[in-house]
């Protein structure tokens, strides 16, 4: 199985002594993070892709190749790339040069975002969002599995006899994970291609995250795709380690009380009551990641959140440390242990693709066979 973080890039002021980092502080701290996963065993770093303040990621490419460069095992992510206002065939060059410069480190995770104006900002209506989503990665697929392309859709300009260039690296194209909190259609969409599906559930309560799920798992059972607890899954989570509990929470309540999205909201304790945070010690923090297979199965990938609401980096780096070392190693036991045999244990990698070339992850399917 997967274990790894990820980042939303957003540039916070620290409560405890109202420093801000500037934006290339932010930056910079966020390569630590990555070299530091590396470095303690973990096995995915995944940023985000904002066009907005308070966030620096707008160019995830770029950065993953920078920490590429730097690493040897790390898998590279993203955490979401846009599918709705990017172009198609900027993804499909900028990914697979990616594969090039990674030797192959690399898959990302397709989502349409949560920032209303950014859609305008690139010429494109909010209204259309879903649409948006399922054209362009529809003729995405294409670009990095044709040589070839002729198309014509709604959103973009046709295509006549265009080639996408460089083509993925030994003509494996990029996994692909679709990410959504709330739209049963991305769910839909993953199970369609016999794609990943991410639910970020850092916000949710644990039925709503199972139900979308579950959705997500007999959809991909009913396009012939394998059994339904065989479906790619991959989850967020959301935690801060301390000795104790209360150390923990003395620690972190200031950044939660301020933090950019929840703080002013509910208390602490309702918050890690309703959602996935936890805030407590190593033992608390591996139970809890223990009970989400309860609620959805079996799964491939898991990615914690721990750099936010103005998290100093050392900080950071500290909770990455206690993260890799001691929690991951007891979850990891665990999740293997309790997996049937006919369960992967982990998502689809470059090597495991360019391994099997009959795998259904090189098809087009017409995308009016979609149920």
């Known amino acids: ?7 939303i890039g957003d540039v916070t002021t620290d409560p405890t002594n109202g420093s ?13 993070m990555a070299l530091k996963a590396e470095e303690v065993g973990l096995d995915v770093f995944a940023t985000g892709e904002h066009h907005n303040p308070p966030f620096v990621p707008s160019s995830p490419t770029t950065h993953l190749a920078y920490i590429a ?22 993804i499909a060059e900028d990914y697979a040069f990616l594969q090039h410069l990674s030797g192959g480190r690399v898959d990302l995770m397709m989502g349409r975002g949560n920032t209303g104006p950014v859609y305008p900002w690139f ?28 198309w014509q859709g709604q959103f973009r300009t046709p295509l006549q006899g265009y080639t996408s260039t460089p083509a993925p690296l030994d003509n494996v194209p990029p996994f692909v994970w679709h990410g959504s909190i709330r739209s049963v259609q991305i769910a839909e969409q993953a199970a369609f291609y016999g794609d990943g599906f991410f639910h970020n559930n850092i916000f949710w309560n644990k039925e709503h995250t199972a139900k979308m799920i579950d959705i997500y798992r007999r959809r991909y059972e009913s396009y012939g795709h394998g059994r339904a ?15 104790t509990e209360q150390a923990a929470k003395d620690t972190f309540r ?8 929840y703080g002013h909201g509910p208390s602490l304790e309702e ?9 407590g010690t190593v033992e608390q923090v591996v ?16 990615l914690f959140l721990i750099d936010h609401a103005g998290l100093p980096l050392e900080m950071v780096l500290d909770q990455i440390e206690i993260l890799g070392t001691q929690v991951v190693p007891e979850v990891r036991r665990r999740m293997e242990a309790r997996r049937p045999d006919h369960v992967p244990s982990n998502p689809p990698t470059h090597a495991s693709l360019k391994a099997d070339p009959d795998s259904p992850h090189f098809k087009v399917r017409p995308v009016e066979e979609e149920a």
């Not at 801000?20 to 630590?32: D, F, S």
């Not at 730097?70 to 198609?88: G, K, W, Y």
């Not at 010429?123 to 697929?141: F, S």
């Open 1 to 7: 199985m997967q274990f790894g973080i990820f980042t």
């Open 20 to 32: 801000t980092p500037t934006e290339g502080e932010r930056i910079h701290a966020m390569t630590q």
């Open 69 to 90: 460069a730097q690493t040897t095992t790390l898998q590279l992510s993203t955490a979401t790339t846009l599918i709705t206002t990017n172009d198609p065939l900027k």
């Open 123 to 150: 010429g494109k209506d909010i209204r259309q969002g879903i649409p948006l989503a399922i054209e362009n990665y529809h003729l995405l697929r294409r670009l990095w599995r044709e040589p070839v392309v002729n």
């Open 229 to 243: 607890d065989q479906a790619i899954v991959g989850l967020g989570g959301q935690v801060f380690i301390g000795e």
């Open 254 to 261: 200031p950044y939660f009380d301020n933090a950019p999205v």
């Open 271 to 279: 918050f890690t009551h309703m959602t996935p945070l936890t805030v």
């Open 287 to 302: 139970e809890r990641t223990m009970e989400f297979v309860d609620w959805v199965g079996d799964y491939q990938r898991q």
